[in-house]
């Protein structure tokens, strides 16, 4: 009988049945990892082009999971192709104006955005990496809006010159009639001493948790020492102008379910959630004001004329009235105090003459609406304009790079 040679299986049914489940294994391997390269290729593959410069789709499904995770709704996917459009035209831009950032411009980017959410970038990378976003997503993020800032600047800049009128005009018009309201959570953390590291790592960690969607009431319960936490750390509706300064102006531009960043009164770190944002009415006499001057001419009703040729505003008036023997008595009353002719005038605008008992006279509005206490300074709202026109100017400025582009499917 011819033996088999060594090492050479039989020619078995089990063996037949062996190599055909070999052969189904590396039928569906070689299935998966065509299916991977063809997934990666795809996601690598070019889904809009901007002046011959791709997106891909990998930056895309990116872009639409960072705005989701900064809490962007609607339309994910227009959202996310509209920025990465812009994102094109600002960096063609800058190149073509030679503007440039440096690493470290793009890292204290990132730590300015990242330290929004009480975290450094570090942090936030992490963060967002746990949910599957790359670092360069954020960083391209970053460097796309700080570059296009300097774009703006370099274009613009000198071109906006905000004047004192104009300052005086927007602090005029800043009348309120509802004093705004806050429904706050909080949580409170010992920080006294040598506790004040370990509560901010614990503030940091929280932070970390609730980007990823942790309840604030939950850490609430779990971690807050304050007299609130039972309650799920919920404190009545309050006026902001009811809370401690820096209370107020951490929390007074969050929307209903956002969360502040830490902060340390004392010996206590406080972290707030915004859970209600509402108004109250206010009475006259809570804030509103105005600041006028009367100026009495004399008897020369044809004073009035040289004063509004001479006087800019109310502080220039002391020196003309002292030079020209005039007597100024300035006012500040409620909104509805003082002459009725003062509704019709703007900051640093005049009017008469008026007769009046001591004769002829003329008015000069000096400011009106909030206490001067609870208005932003002359240089916040001179800044405040300035921004408003460049931003402004940018919008129109990119609304006419994306006419003149060429943006087209591949």
């Not at 959410?117 to 960083?139: C, H, N, V, W």
């Not at 209370?247 to 960043?261: D, K, N, W």
Request: negative net charge; hydrophobic residues 45%.
């Amino acid at each position: 009988m011819r033996q088999q040679p060594m090492g050479m299986a039989r020619n078995t049914p089990v063996m037949h049945g062996l190599m055909s489940l070999l052969a189904a294994a590396f039928l569906v391997v070689t299935a998966q990892m065509a299916g991977a390269q063809a997934a990666t290729k795809a996601s690598f593959t070019p889904v809009k082009f901007v002046n011959n410069q791709a997106i891909t789709g990998f930056e895309l499904d990116q872009r639409m999971a960072f705005l989701e995770l900064l809490g962007f709704s609607g339309d994910l996917r227009n959202e996310a192709m509209t920025g990465l459009i812009d994102d094109r035209l600002r960096l063609a831009m800058a190149k073509s104006m030679g503007l440039s950032l440096s690493s470290e411009d793009v890292m204290a980017g990132m730590e300015e955005f990242a330290s929004r959410g009480t975290l450094d970038a570090q942090g936030f990378l992490k963060a967002i990496g746990e949910q599957g976003i790359a670092p360069e997503t954020f960083r391209d993020f970053v460097s796309a809006g700080l570059i296009w800032r300097r774009v703006i600047s370099a274009r613009f800049g000198d071109s906006v010159a905000i004047s004192e009128a104009a300052v005086d005009r927007a602090l005029t018009n800043m009348i309120v009639t509802d004093a705004q309201t806050v429904t706050l959570a909080e949580i409170v953390l010992n920080a006294g001493g040598d506790r004040r590291n370990q509560a901010l790592a614990l503030a940091r960690n929280l932070q970390i948790d609730f980007i990823k969607g942790r309840n604030f009431t939950d850490a609430v319960r779990a971690v807050s020492v304050g007299a609130t936490a039972g309650s799920g750390g919920t404190i009545a509706a309050k006026r902001l102008s009811e809370l401690p300064d820096d209370v107020a102006l951490l929390v007074r531009g969050l929307a209903a379910g956002q969360i502040s960043t830490p902060i340390i009164l004392e010996d206590k770190l406080y972290m707030y959630q915004m859970v209600e944002n509402g108004s109250t009415p206010v009475a006259e006499t809570d804030a509103q004001a105005v600041d006028y001057a009367e100026i009495t001419l004399n008897g020369d009703a044809s004073a009035v004329g040289d004063l509004r040729a001479n006087v800019d505003g109310c502080d220039d008036l002391y020196d003309y009235a002292s030079k020209n023997g005039l007597t100024v008595t300035r006012n500040n009353r409620g909104q509805s105090g003082g002459p009725g002719v003062l509704q019709t005038l703007d900051a640093g605008e005049i009017a008469g003459p008026i007769n009046g008992a001591a004769g002829p006279t003329a008015v000069m509005l000096c400011a009106r609406g909030i206490d001067p206490q609870q208005t932003a300074s002359r240089d916040e709202v001179k800044l405040l304009l300035k921004n408003q026109r460049l931003a402004a100017m940018s919008e129109v400025f990119l609304s006419e790079l994306r006419a003149d582009a060429l943006i087209s499917d591949p």
